[in-house]
């Protein structure tokens, strides 16, 4: 009986093992900002960012993740099982859409790098009650203007 519970166990082992090392599952553990655009999804978004005004100074994960060490791995895996998940059983949409936890965490991320600047912005809820977050009239500043990119550029060099 122990025999092929350990056979069993040693060939999951090892399609885990083959599985992490094909999808380079390490380099999403980084801060690489190519490897967010491993998904042709993020290719627009990629290319604004590389030419916007952000470039020089934040990577994805400066403002999309947590700068804490543990809840930033609890969101980028959170998020890693949502884009595998949606790859594998379900289509994947033309734009990705922030959930609200994503919006907050980006926000928290934004007064954090210009708390200097918005010491005296009321940046909280507006007066009517709704909810306003710097992105809403700051949206281009990270990725750029919008708009469509056939070809996006790729410089892996730059961020190892």
Not at 21 to 46: E, I, K, Q, S, W
Not at 120 to 147: K, L
Request: hydrophobic letters at 35%; glycine letters at 6%.
């Amino acid at each position: 009986m122990k025999i092929p519970l350990i056979i069993g166990i040693m060939a999951l082992l090892a399609v885990m093992g083959v599985g992490l090392y094909v999808t380079d599952f390490t380099a999403y553990l980084g801060n690489n900002p190519t490897t967010c655009n491993n998904c042709h999804v993020m290719d627009a978004v990629y290319e604004g960012w590389y030419h916007g005004a952000h470039k020089n100074w934040a990577v994805c994960s400066d403002c999309h993740t947590p700068h804490a060490l543990i809840p930033k791995y609890i969101v980028k895996a959170q998020s890693g099982y949502h884009h595998v998940t949606a790859f594998a059983f379900s289509p994947i949409p033309d734009a990705i859409r922030a959930k609200e936890s994503s919006r907050q965490v980006v926000q928290e991320n934004c007064v954090r790098c210009h708390a200097d600047t918005i010491a005296n912005i009321e940046y909280g809820p507006m007066s009517d009650g709704s909810e306003f977050y710097c992105f809403q009239c700051h949206r281009s500043v990270a990725h750029g203007e919008r708009g469509v990119s056939i070809l996006p550029y790729q410089h892996s060099e730059e961020y190892k």
